[in-house]
């Protein structure tokens, strides 16, 4: 079985940083993307960022661009991000996911395991 574990969740002033990470375990494959999404009770999960299977390829959500950042270590299969510049909009509960395909996308579709979750929340 895959798991994957999220960390670094936790609150956070206005303008301020987190960083959270999140590491594959069990039966994995480093060949594959990974992305953050995030959801609130009663809204659809957002994409926010997303990572190839190397890590040369990135995609970053139009609301988070220019403030979070994404990288990835292959050897321990890890994918960690940077938030700079919170806004409370930011708070959600954010999940890593890990695809079947190699290349960053942008669909929850495209992505077949999912962490439990880290709730963020950032206040005024």
């Known amino acids: 079985q895959v798991q994957l574990v999220e960390s670094g969740g936790g609150s956070a002033q206005a303008g301020g940083s987190l960083k959270l990470s999140c590491v594959a375990s069990?039966?994995?494959?480093?060949?594959?993307?990974m992305a953050w999404f995030r959801q609130r009770s009663g809204k659809e999960r957002e994409f926010v960022a997303a990572?190839?299977?190397?890590?040369?390829?990135?995609r970053i959500g139009d609301s988070v661009k220019g403030r979070f950042t994404i990288s990835r270590v292959t050897a321990t299969n890890t994918i960690t991000f940077h938030m700079d510049f919170l806004e409370p909009e930011d708070t959600d509960v954010y999940y890593c996911a890990r695809a079947f395909r190699r290349n960053p996308a942008e669909d929850s579709e495209d992505y077949a395991r999912w962490g439990e979750g880290t709730q963020v929340t950032v206040s005024s």
């Open positions: 990572i190839g299977w190397s890590g040369a390829s990135t």
């Open positions: 069990g039966r994995t494959d480093r060949r594959y993307a």
